[in-house]
């Protein structure tokens, strides 16, 4: 059973442009939602975290949105680069747990 | 500071082989976790240690195992190779079990 639910599977946006991915998940326990992002041939890469006491973080072009009553968090890549090309994953744990969940990735591509 | 490091970052083996994969943590960090990723499950937790002791597994048959060292440095170790162990194994390392997770580059496993 997929904890954590993520889409779209892949995405094409232009360069500019607002690259949004979504994810979900069930587990009421979790309480810290990271994002990574990870090219060919790397590991992961840490991009933002959020927990629920905010509903929003922002760091530079990126941002978490979360809706602790739906169930949901989102990222935004705002003016997406051709650089910003890569594979997306969402994660969600318990604190104290570092056992992550991941969705199953959001291939992006940027096109110039 | 030096990232999370992993050797070998490829291996070929046998199907019935063992194989030892090392993971050297950031320094100061004393949680290391390990992830298998593949292109059909995603990426998967399979373990986690903290003070040389296993905190967390996940849903791994016990040919999976694992330690940590004193230094934090750990290895993992898969027994009786299948040819569905092929994947990619990546460490990840916190601070503290609260902490966020850096991984590394991951070793590439084939096994024929």
């Known amino acids: 059973q997929q904890q954590v639910k993520q889409s779209p599977q892949s995405l094409i946006v232009q360069k500019g442009g607002i690259s949004i991915i979504n994810c979900a998940y069930e587990?009421?326990?979790?309480?810290?939602f990271p994002w990574y992002q990870q090219f060919p041939g790397k590991g992961p890469a840490l991009l933002i975290a959020?927990?629920?006491?905010?509903s929003e973080k922002k760091e530079g072009r990126f941002t978490i949105s979360f809706n602790k009553s739906a169930k949901q968090f989102s990222l935004h890549i705002m003016d997406s680069q051709p650089g910003d090309s890569a594979t997306y994953f969402c994660?969600?744990?318990?604190?104290?747990?570092?056992?992550?969940?991941f969705g199953t990735g959001t291939r992006l591509t940027v096109i110039p | 500071k030096a990232g999370v490091t992993q050797t070998p970052r490829y291996l070929i083996k046998t199907r019935g082989q063992q194989v030892t994969l090392s993971c050297s943590p950031i320094?100061?960090?004393?949680?290391v976790s390990w992830y298998q990723q593949t292109p059909g499950q995603g990426l998967q937790f399979l373990f986690e240690?903290?003070?040389?002791?296993?905190?967390n597994k996940g849903n791994f048959p016990g040919r999976f195992s694992g330690r940590q060292f004193s230094n934090s440095r750990s290895e993992m170790n898969v027994s009786t190779l299948e040819l569905g162990d092929s994947a990619l194994y990546l460490c990840?390392?916190?601070?503290?079990?609260?902490?966020?997770?850096?991984f590394g580059p991951g070793t590439r496993l084939t096994v024929t």
């Open positions: 587990n009421t326990a979790f309480d810290y």
């Open positions: 320094s100061g960090h004393r949680s």
């Open positions: 959020i927990r629920p006491d905010v």
């Open positions: 990840a390392s916190s601070f503290n079990r609260a902490y966020e997770q850096y």
């Open positions: 994660a969600a744990s318990e604190t104290g747990a570092n056992n992550l969940f």
């Open positions: 240690y903290f003070s040389e002791t296993q905190r």
